[in-house]
Protein backbone atom coordinates (compact mmCIF):
# COMPACT_ATOMS: atom_id res chain seq x y z
CA UNK A 1 0.00 0.00 0.00
CA UNK A 2 1.08 3.40 -0.42
CA UNK A 3 1.28 6.32 2.20
CA UNK A 4 -1.48 7.94 0.98
CA UNK A 5 -3.89 4.69 1.06
CA UNK A 6 -2.36 4.30 4.56
CA UNK A 7 -3.29 7.58 5.75
CA UNK A 8 -6.61 7.13 4.38
CA UNK A 9 -7.02 4.01 5.68
CA UNK A 10 -5.86 4.82 9.10
CA UNK A 11 -7.94 8.28 9.02
CA UNK A 12 -10.99 6.37 8.62
CA UNK A 13 -10.37 3.61 11.01
CA UNK A 14 -9.74 5.52 13.92
CA UNK A 15 -12.29 6.89 16.06
CA UNK A 16 -13.46 10.95 15.74
CA UNK A 17 -11.70 12.07 19.03
CA UNK A 18 -8.23 10.41 18.28
CA UNK A 19 -5.33 12.41 16.81
CA UNK A 20 -3.06 10.60 14.43
CA UNK A 21 0.21 12.09 14.80
CA UNK A 22 2.33 10.09 11.27
CA UNK A 23 5.93 9.89 12.72
CA UNK A 24 8.06 10.64 9.89
CA UNK A 25 11.68 9.68 11.50
CA UNK A 26 14.28 8.93 9.11
CA UNK A 27 11.73 9.18 6.36
CA UNK A 28 12.53 11.89 3.81
CA UNK A 29 10.84 14.97 3.29
CA UNK A 30 9.14 13.45 0.06
CA UNK A 31 7.05 10.88 1.81
CA UNK A 32 6.13 13.28 3.93
CA UNK A 33 4.86 15.78 1.87
CA UNK A 34 3.12 12.44 -0.09
CA UNK A 35 1.11 12.17 3.44
CA UNK A 36 0.55 16.05 3.69
CA UNK A 37 -1.03 15.54 0.36
CA UNK A 38 -3.28 12.94 1.51
CA UNK A 39 -4.65 15.71 4.51
CA UNK A 40 -2.27 14.78 7.11
CA UNK A 41 -1.13 17.41 9.03
CA UNK A 42 0.66 16.41 12.20
CA UNK A 43 3.83 15.05 12.11
CA UNK A 44 6.41 14.10 15.14
CA UNK A 45 10.31 13.60 14.41
CA UNK A 46 13.03 12.24 17.19
CA UNK A 47 16.15 13.91 16.27
CA UNK A 48 16.44 17.79 16.61
CA UNK A 49 18.69 18.13 13.79
CA UNK A 50 16.93 16.06 11.14
CA UNK A 51 13.26 17.73 11.87
CA UNK A 52 14.67 21.36 11.56
CA UNK A 53 16.28 20.38 8.41
CA UNK A 54 13.26 18.57 6.69
CA UNK A 55 10.81 21.32 8.10
CA UNK A 56 12.76 23.78 5.89
CA UNK A 57 11.12 21.98 2.86
CA UNK A 58 7.95 21.39 3.67
CA UNK A 59 4.66 23.32 3.70
CA UNK A 60 4.54 25.80 6.98
CA UNK A 61 1.36 24.60 8.44
CA UNK A 62 2.28 21.68 9.54
CA UNK A 63 1.62 20.66 13.05
CA UNK A 64 5.41 19.59 14.39
CA UNK A 65 5.70 17.07 17.11
CA UNK A 66 8.90 15.98 19.09
CA UNK A 67 8.43 12.68 20.12
CA UNK A 68 12.35 11.44 20.61
CA UNK A 69 14.82 11.78 23.78
CA UNK A 70 15.23 15.80 23.96
CA UNK A 71 18.84 16.86 24.95
CA UNK A 72 18.17 20.45 27.08
CA UNK A 73 20.82 22.14 24.86
CA UNK A 74 18.79 20.78 21.47
CA UNK A 75 15.10 23.14 23.02
CA UNK A 76 16.43 26.46 21.25
CA UNK A 77 16.93 25.04 17.91
CA UNK A 78 12.90 24.00 17.59
CA UNK A 79 11.86 26.35 20.01
CA UNK A 80 10.69 28.70 17.14
CA UNK A 81 8.10 26.16 15.96
CA UNK A 82 7.53 23.39 17.61
CA UNK A 83 4.16 22.77 18.72
CA UNK A 84 3.84 19.69 21.09
CA UNK A 85 6.80 18.33 22.81
CA UNK A 86 5.75 14.78 24.01
CA UNK A 87 9.08 13.69 25.72
CA UNK A 88 9.48 15.73 28.87
CA UNK A 89 11.27 13.97 31.36
CA UNK A 90 12.42 16.84 33.94
CA UNK A 91 11.77 19.88 35.49
CA UNK A 92 15.71 20.64 33.91
CA UNK A 93 13.62 20.71 30.37
CA UNK A 94 10.36 22.10 31.37
CA UNK A 95 12.70 25.51 32.68
CA UNK A 96 14.57 25.21 29.15
CA UNK A 97 11.21 25.15 27.09
CA UNK A 98 9.76 27.92 29.11
CA UNK A 99 12.98 30.43 28.59
CA UNK A 100 13.11 29.00 24.84
CA UNK A 101 9.58 29.61 24.26
CA UNK A 102 10.07 33.14 26.06
CA UNK A 103 12.56 34.29 23.77
CA UNK A 104 10.26 33.66 20.85
CA UNK A 105 7.14 34.70 22.48
CA UNK A 106 5.56 31.22 22.21
CA UNK A 107 3.35 28.86 23.81
CA UNK A 108 4.52 24.95 23.57
CA UNK A 109 2.36 22.56 24.41
CA UNK A 110 4.79 19.62 26.49
CA UNK A 111 3.40 16.40 27.73
CA UNK A 112 4.73 14.69 30.50
CA UNK A 113 6.75 11.22 29.67
CA UNK A 114 5.62 8.45 31.99
CA UNK A 115 7.63 4.92 32.42
CA UNK A 116 5.17 2.47 31.92
CA UNK A 117 6.98 -0.49 30.72
CA UNK A 118 9.13 -3.07 32.56
CA UNK A 119 12.33 -2.39 30.22
CA UNK A 120 14.75 -0.17 31.95
CA UNK A 121 15.73 1.07 28.41
CA UNK A 122 12.76 3.63 28.02
CA UNK A 123 13.24 6.69 29.73
CA UNK A 124 9.89 9.06 31.40
CA UNK A 125 9.37 9.76 35.13
CA UNK A 126 7.89 7.33 37.25
CA UNK A 127 4.28 8.11 38.43
CA UNK A 128 5.82 9.39 42.19
CA UNK A 129 8.17 11.52 40.50
CA UNK A 130 5.66 13.02 38.23
CA UNK A 131 3.37 13.80 41.49
CA UNK A 132 6.20 14.69 43.09
CA UNK A 133 7.20 17.21 40.32
CA UNK A 134 3.63 18.83 39.78
CA UNK A 135 3.35 18.97 43.72
CA UNK A 136 6.86 20.83 44.04
CA UNK A 137 6.22 23.33 40.86
CA UNK A 138 3.86 26.67 40.27
CA UNK A 139 2.28 26.40 37.11
CA UNK A 140 2.21 30.34 36.91
CA UNK A 141 6.17 30.43 36.72
CA UNK A 142 5.61 28.84 33.00
CA UNK A 143 3.94 31.29 31.30
CA UNK A 144 5.42 30.00 27.94
CA UNK A 145 4.74 25.98 28.74
CA UNK A 146 0.95 24.94 28.26
CA UNK A 147 0.82 21.32 30.25
CA UNK A 148 -0.96 19.34 27.58
CA UNK A 149 -1.06 15.67 29.34
CA UNK A 150 1.26 12.22 29.63
CA UNK A 151 2.88 10.19 27.11
CA UNK A 152 3.78 6.84 27.43
CA UNK A 153 5.23 3.37 25.90
CA UNK A 154 4.54 0.02 26.56
CA UNK A 155 7.08 -2.39 26.64
CA UNK A 156 7.66 -3.95 23.20
CA UNK A 157 5.95 -7.80 23.81
CA UNK A 158 3.55 -10.18 22.18
CA UNK A 159 1.85 -10.26 25.71
CA UNK A 160 -1.08 -8.10 24.64
CA UNK A 161 -2.86 -8.45 28.55
CA UNK A 162 0.53 -6.67 29.73
CA UNK A 163 0.20 -3.71 27.14
CA UNK A 164 -3.47 -3.60 28.12
CA UNK A 165 -2.57 -3.23 31.64
CA UNK A 166 0.48 -0.77 31.42
CA UNK A 167 -1.61 1.90 29.08
CA UNK A 168 -4.85 1.04 31.50
CA UNK A 169 -2.28 2.09 34.41
CA UNK A 170 -1.02 5.19 32.35
CA UNK A 171 -5.35 6.51 32.19
CA UNK A 172 -5.52 6.00 35.63
CA UNK A 173 -2.66 8.37 36.07
CA UNK A 174 -3.57 10.61 33.75
CA UNK A 175 -7.44 10.71 35.41
CA UNK A 176 -5.61 11.10 38.68
CA UNK A 177 -3.06 14.24 37.94
CA UNK A 178 -5.74 15.81 35.62
CA UNK A 179 -7.99 15.90 38.62
CA UNK A 180 -5.53 17.08 41.21
CA UNK A 181 -3.38 19.36 39.44
CA UNK A 182 -5.27 20.73 36.33
CA UNK A 183 -9.17 21.34 37.59
CA UNK A 184 -8.59 24.93 37.28
CA UNK A 185 -6.52 25.19 34.32
CA UNK A 186 -7.67 23.89 30.96
CA UNK A 187 -5.84 22.62 28.40
CA UNK A 188 -4.55 19.24 30.10
CA UNK A 189 -6.56 16.66 27.84
CA UNK A 190 -3.66 14.99 26.08
CA UNK A 191 -3.06 11.21 26.67
CA UNK A 192 -0.39 10.09 23.90
CA UNK A 193 -0.16 6.45 23.83
CA UNK A 194 -0.08 3.65 21.36
CA UNK A 195 2.07 3.26 18.31
CA UNK A 196 2.19 0.72 15.23
CA UNK A 197 2.20 -2.27 16.57
CA UNK A 198 0.05 -1.42 19.73
CA UNK A 199 -2.51 1.38 18.92
CA UNK A 200 -5.33 -0.39 19.16
CA UNK A 201 -4.79 -1.59 22.22
CA UNK A 202 -4.22 2.22 23.50
CA UNK A 203 -7.39 3.63 22.22
CA UNK A 204 -9.45 0.34 23.70
CA UNK A 205 -7.70 1.95 26.92
CA UNK A 206 -8.95 5.87 26.83
CA UNK A 207 -5.30 6.72 24.31
CA UNK A 208 -6.51 10.13 22.38
CA UNK A 209 -3.17 10.34 20.15
CA UNK A 210 -1.40 7.87 18.75
CA UNK A 211 1.91 8.06 17.05
CA UNK A 212 2.21 5.66 14.12
CA UNK A 213 5.63 5.23 12.09
CA UNK A 214 5.88 2.10 10.15
CA UNK A 215 2.38 1.24 9.58
CA UNK A 216 2.33 4.48 7.15
CA UNK A 217 5.89 4.84 5.49
CA UNK A 218 6.79 1.01 5.96
CA UNK A 219 9.52 -0.44 7.83
CA UNK A 220 12.43 2.45 8.77
CA UNK A 221 15.77 2.15 6.84
C1 LIG B 1 9.39 5.74 16.58
C2 LIG B 1 8.39 6.11 17.58
C3 LIG B 1 7.01 5.90 17.34
C4 LIG B 1 6.47 5.22 16.10
O1 LIG B 1 6.84 3.89 16.07
P1 LIG B 1 6.23 2.87 14.96
O2 LIG B 1 6.40 1.54 15.59
O3 LIG B 1 7.05 3.06 13.74
O4 LIG B 1 4.81 3.23 14.77
C5 LIG B 1 6.12 6.34 18.30
N1 LIG B 1 6.53 6.93 19.44
C6 LIG B 1 7.82 7.14 19.70
C7 LIG B 1 8.20 7.81 20.98
C8 LIG B 1 8.79 6.73 18.79
O5 LIG B 1 10.09 6.93 19.08
Avoid at 110 to 130: N, S, W
Avoid at 165 to 190: A, C
Amino acid sequence: MSIRENIHSLRTSLPKDVSLVAVSKFHPADNIQEAYDAGQRIFGESRAQELVLKKQSLPEDIEWHFIGQLQSNKVKDIAPFIHTIHSIDSLKLIEEVEKQAGKHGRIIRILLEIHIAREETKAGFTEEECKDLLSSIHLEDYPHVLFGGVMGMATYTENTEQIHQEFHRLKVLFDEIKSIYFTEKKGFNVLSMGMSSDYKIAISEGSNMVRIGSNIFGERI
